[in-house]
């Protein structure tokens, strides 16, 4: 079954820096266009970061330039959200999903697809 998993996740201080992992299982990520998105309680899914699986364009979300970085490892079949300067304002749970193309224009408005293939999701909290 082909799925992907999400880790990385933990309790970090205000300041403190986290990197997730989206390993694919049973299928290969190099064909994908790869976004991490992220849902707060309450809140609707935004989106965070994609990356492109060909061109290895990047897109971020405006509140988050600047601190969290995407970057992927064809040889590992794994995509990694590289967080820092991380803000109780970040909290959420993570999820990262498989789609067809990045959005030109994404942004923290791209949420919930149900066309793309998404992890089941790993929690990030930011708090003394």
């Known amino acids: 079954q082909s799925q992907l998993v999400e880790s990385g996740g933990g309790l970090v201080q205000p300041g403190g820096s986290l990197r997730l992992s989206c390993a694919g299982s049973g299928f290969t990520l190099d064909y994908y266009d790869i976004g991490w998105f992220r849902q707060a309680p309450g809140k609707e899914r935004e989106g965070v970061s994609c990356m492109g699986g060909t061109d290895y364009n990047t897109y971020y979300a405006d509140s988050v330039k600047g601190r969290f970085t995407i970057s992927r490892d064809n040889a590992k079949n794994t995509v990694y959200l590289q967080m820092n300067s991380l803000k109780p304002e970040d909290t959420a749970v993570y999820y990262c999903?498989?789609?067809?193309?990045?959005?030109?224009?994404?942004?923290?408005?791209?949420?919930?697809?149900?066309?793309?293939?998404w992890g089941q999701g790993t929690q990030v909290t930011v708090s003394s």
């Open positions: 999903a498989a789609l067809s193309k990045c959005p030109s224009t994404f942004s923290s408005n791209y949420g919930y697809n149900p066309y793309y293939v």
